[in-house]
Nanobody, 120 residues
Framework: QVQLVESGGGLVQAGGSLRLSCTASGFRFSANTMGWYRQAPGKQRELVARISSGGITKWYAESAKGRFTISRDNAKNTMYLDMDRLKPDDTAVYYC?????????????WGQGTQVTISS
């Protein structure tokens, strides 16, 4: 079955950096677009960044542009999110996501999330 395991969260001061990792199993990682989402307390989950299966095409939310970098290592079935110049507004639980499509269905898979807390 599909499994996504995030790691790398923590508590850092504003201006600091973190690297999040998502290790995947149970599907052909190298054939799937992957994404990072986040959810802050009292807010909806939002897409932060997305990367194509081969790692060539990347998309970032406006809030992440210039500060976050998404990447992947298909040989390790792992996706990364490098976050620099972190702000208190980046505080959230960060989730790894993959979408699997059937003939007429769509299933979103999520990891358990990793907490990122930025102190001012």
């Amino acid at each position: 079955q599909v499994q996504l395991v995030e790691s790398g969260g923590g508590l850092v001061q504003a201006g600091g950096s973190l690297r999040l990792s998502c290790t995947a199993s149970g599907f052909r990682f190298s054939a799937n677009t992957m994404g990072w989402y986040r959810q802050a307390p009292g807010k909806q989950r939002e897409l932060v960044a997305r990367i194509s299966s081969g790692g060539i095409t990347k998309w970032y939310a406006e809030s992440a542009k210039g500060r976050f970098t998404i990447s992947r290592d298909n040989a390790k079935n792992t996706m990364y999110l490098d976050m620099d110049r972190l702000k208190p507004d980046d505080t959230a639980v960060y989730y790894c996501n993959v979408v699997r499509f059937g003939l007429d269905s769509r299933i979103d898979y999520w990891g358990q999330g990793t907490q990122v807390t930025i102190s001012s």
